[in-house]
T-cell receptor, first 117, second 112 residues
C-alpha cells in the first residue's frame, strides 16, 4: 500500500461552519504534512508532524488546527474560515529523513478541494 | 532565504519534440531535490529525488540531472499524456528539517 488517502475529496462550507479534513497512510511513514495550494500556484507548507508531534507551523492562522491522533492519521480542523481560504488542501507523508542520508520521497494524497462560501 | 526558480513557466511541444525543463535553486545545505508531476485538481505525483551534483535518474521518457546550481528534467519524444505541470522542490537546512520548498512549476502541453 503506497497511498495517502484524503477525505473528503470536495468540501463546501460556510464561514460559521466547523469541519475536518482527514488524511491516512499505511506506509509506516513517520512524517506527515499539510500543504495548501491555490490555483496555478505551487503547494505552500502549513504544518509538519514528525513522530506524531508538531514540528513546523508556518505561521498558519488559528482557524486551522492540525491534529495527529496516531502515526497513520492526520486531521485538519477548520473553523470560521474565510472565502480566501478556498484552495486544494494536500496531505503528504515521508519516512523520516535520517542523518545518515536516508533517501525517501514524499507521497502526496489527491487533496481536498475546499470552497468557503 | 531558500529559493527555487523554474523555467519556462509554460512550454508547448509537438508529440515527439524533445526538450528540457529547468529548475535553479539557491539554498543553504541542499539535502535533496525532488521532481513531481501534477495533473489538474490532483496531488503531486513523485518522479525523482536527486541528492548530489552529477547524479542522474531516468524513468520512461524522463531524465533528471543535477548540478550544484540547477536541475534539468529532460523529456524525450514526449506524448500527449505527458502534459501536466512539473514541479521542482528542494529540501534544505540543518537539524533534520523536513520542509520542502517548491518552485512555481512548468506547465507542459504536448500536442498530438
Amino acid at each position: 500500500d503506497t497511498e495517502v488517502t484524503q477525505t473528503p475529496k470536495h468540501l463546501v462550507m460556510g464561514m460559521t461552519n466547523k469541519k475536518s479534513l482527514k488524511c491516512e497512510q499505511h506506509m509506516g511513514h513517520r512524517a506527515m504534512y499539510w500543504y495548501k495550494q491555490k490555483a496555478k500556484k505551487p503547494p505552500e507548507l502549513m504544518f509538519v508532524y514528525s513522530y506524531e508531534k508538531l514540528s513546523i507551523n508556518e505561521s498558519v492562522p488559528s482557524r486551522f488546527s492540525p491534529e495527529c491522533p496516531n502515526s497513520s492519521l492526520l486531521n485538519l480542523h477548520l473553523h470560521a474560515l474565510q472565502p480566501e481560504d478556498s484552495a486544494l488542501y494536500l496531505c503528504a507523508s515521508s519516512a523520516k529523513f535520517s542523518p545518515e542520508g536516508g533517501r525517501y520521497g514524499y507521497t502526496f494524497g489527491s487533496g481536498t478541494r475546499l470552497t468557503v462560501v | 532565504e531558500d529559493q527555487v526558480t523554474q523555467s519556462p513557466e509554460a512550454l508547448r511541444l509537438q508529440e515527439g519534440e524533445s526538450s528540457s525543463l529547468n529548475c535553479s535553486y539557491t539554498v543553504s545545505g541542499l539535502r535533496g531535490l525532488f521532481w513531481y508531476r501534477q495533473d489538474p485538481g490532483k496531488g503531486p505525483e513523485f518522479l525523482f529525488t536527486l541528492y548530489s551534483a552529477g547524479e542522474e535518474k531516468e524513468k520512461e521518457r524522463l531524465k533528471a540531472t543535477l548540478t550544484k546550481k540547477e536541475s534539468f528534467l529532460h523529456i524525450t519524444a514526449p506524448k500527449p499524456e505527458d502534459s501536466a505541470t512539473y514541479l521542482c522542490a528542494v529540501q534544505a537546512g540543518q537539524g533534520g528539517s523536513e520542509k520542502l520548498v517548491f518552485g512555481k512549476g512548468t506547465k507542459l502541453t504536448v500536442n498530438p
